[in-house]
């Protein structure tokens, strides 16, 4: 029973791979805006950025820019789903005998690999502008799970959208907010130089934790409690979005 | 024709309504295994919403449908692994090439060889030249035509076809016709909608009427004839239809690969 449920997101996630493999230009699209945010905090307002931390500015706002980077390719989940759900595709695996979390899945699980390969663009980018990072691999394997994470608790929220939208813009439309978020944390400017309100929202959303620990993983530096924060936020936001979706899609599906 | 066998689908007292429209009033119907029933009913009659409910898509607010004893409400696994439905909805991936759509569904219903499965059916289909092009690019007769072959993958006993040939032209709608016809050969038995009476006269074994959310008449052909006053013998000079003027200059058997530029509705 549980291995034909896998067979079923394995067989449904390779057809909306496919998907991604015939628009290759989703994966740049995604990979287009945090490109040109980090040259441009790089070249031309990183020089009058002073952070108080050692090395160079990019080594500083690369964890900010890769989530970014996250947060504008998850925007294609809601529009692949919003779009399947339009299109009657869904209709007809439903009235087939396949478990009906099958179709969230294999969104989900082809959002992780679309934003991986993003995300692999972004860092090769950031290491031909001058990123560099002595950090280990079992370092960098602990950044990619983290990206994961954020990416799986992103997607949930987007699959949430793309369940809601009213139209193809809409299902999109949710992901703006996610990328102007970690300009109000850690991510480009150190907390403390914000005014009080400001500087207690960033220090206290899941930005700034998540920001701080993929920096101190990169720089070789202890993580300290960060990461259980970080840890924390975003096995909440995924437990409680994937609730929410399951919930919406069966209420909209009967 | 004894109809001794349980049939394959058996309907009973079914409701539906959404918010105060009452769209089904206690449908009973019976298709016989092996048989076609054409269910017919001006649009809105509720024709799709009774088909939607047979499929698992919908649930009954009362009354009990069973698909080969499958109960659709309480065993909604058996129902889908038993009927398939298939028409109105044009459910097909327009991103995936033909041969990837029906392999698609191989896979989903679990069976030994895909690519076989799906080779045959392109064949059955005619869309073996158009196998490996996205559906996207179909003409709307070739869309229907994979549309249906993903509905019979994996050979499914009972096939319900929700106006199946809505929107086609007259030879696409002769090419679902033979399909329909062959399925009955294979001993399949078929529900089909339609609002076009010559269709159910060219392809039904019995007719349904649905209207005001009840079944009103329920019988062959025949029997439905016998409902109006007898015939009268009137001398009248045929003139060709219109349809068979078309055929006459296209040609009946033209199935062939249709004009890419003439595509009707690829979206």
Not at chain 1, 23 to 42: C, E, K, R, W, Y
Not at chain 1, 171 to 197: D, E, K, Q, R, W
Not at chain 1, 240 to 253: C, I, M
């Amino acid at each position: 029973m549980t291995t034909l449920a896998l067979r079923d997101t394995g067989a449904l996630t390779r057809r909306s791979l496919r998907h991604v493999l015939r628009s290759p230009d989703t994966i740049v699209t995604t990979a287009v805006v945090p490109v040109a945010l980090m040259l441009m905090f790089g070249f031309v307002l990183g020089g009058a950025i002073t952070t108080g931390a050692e090395g160079r500015y990019i080594d500083y706002m690369l964890p900010g820019i890769l989530l970014i980077t996250i947060a504008s390719g998850v925007g294609y989940t809601s529009y692949r789903l919003f779009l399947d759900l339009q299109g009657g595709i869904v209709e007809r695996f439903r009235s087939m005998p396949i478990p009906r979390s099958a179709v969230l899945w294999a969104h989900v699980l082809t959002s992780l690999v679309a934003n991986l390969a993003s995300l692999a663009v972004v860092v090769a980018v950031a290491l031909l502008v001058g990123f560099r990072s002595g950090a280990s691999v079992a370092a960098w394997l602990a950044v990619a799970a983290l990206l994961a994470l954020v990416t799986l608790a992103l997607t949930w929220v987007a699959v949430i959208a793309g369940l809601s939208a009213g139209s193809v813009e809409g299902a999109g439309a949710f992901s703006y907010p996610l990328i102007f978020l970690p300009f109000v944390s850690s991510a480009f400017v150190p907390t403390a130089t914000m005014p009080g309100p400001v500087a207690w929202f960033a220090e206290h959303q899941p930005v700034t934790a998540v920001v701080d620990t993929i920096r101190a993983l990169l720089a070789q530096q202890p993580v300290g409690t960060e990461i259980w924060v970080a840890l924390a936020w975003l096995v909440g936001i995924l437990v409680v979005a994937q609730v929410v979706a399951v919930t919406r899609y069966r209420r909209r599906l009967g | 024709m004894t109809a001794v066998a349980a049939p394959a689908i058996r309907v009973r007292g079914v409701t539906k309504s959404y918010g105060d429209l009452e769209v089904l009033r206690g449908v009973d119907l019976d298709v016989a295994a092996g048989s076609v029933v054409a269910l017919l009913g001006s649009n809105g009659a509720g024709k799709t919403t009774l088909v939607r409910i047979l499929a698992t898509l919908a649930g009954a607010d009362g009354g009990r449908a069973e698909v080969l004893g499958h109960d659709v409400a309480a065993d909604a696994d058996g129902g889908r692994r038993t009927i398939s439905l298939t028409g109105q909805f044009a459910a097909v991936d327009d991103v995936l090439t033909g041969r990837e759509n029906l392999e698609l569904v191989a896979r989903l219903r679990h069976l030994a060889d895909p690519a076989g499965v799906a080779e045959r059916l392109l064949a059955r289909f005619s869309l073996t030249d158009a196998a490996d092009r996205r559906a996207g690019t179909y003409s709307g007769g070739m869309r229907r035509r994979l549309d249906i072959a993903m509905g019979l993958v994996g050979d499914p006993p009972v096939v319900v076809l929700d106006e199946p040939t809505t929107g086609l032209d007259p030879q696409s709608r002769i090419e679902v016709w033979q399909v329909v016809r062959g399925l009955v050969r294979d001993g399949t038995t078929v529900l089909l909608t339609t609002q076009y009476l010559e269709e159910a006269e060219q392809l039904a074994d019995r007719i349904a009427i649905l209207h005001g959310g009840t079944i009103v008449h329920h019988g062959t052909l025949a029997e439905l004839r016998a409902l109006l006053p007898p015939t009268t013998v009137t001398y009248v000079e045929k003139q060709p239809s219109l349809e068979e003027v078309f055929l006459a200059v296209v040609g009946p058997g033209s199935t062939g690969t249709p004009d890419p530029t003439d595509q009707e509705e690829v979206r």
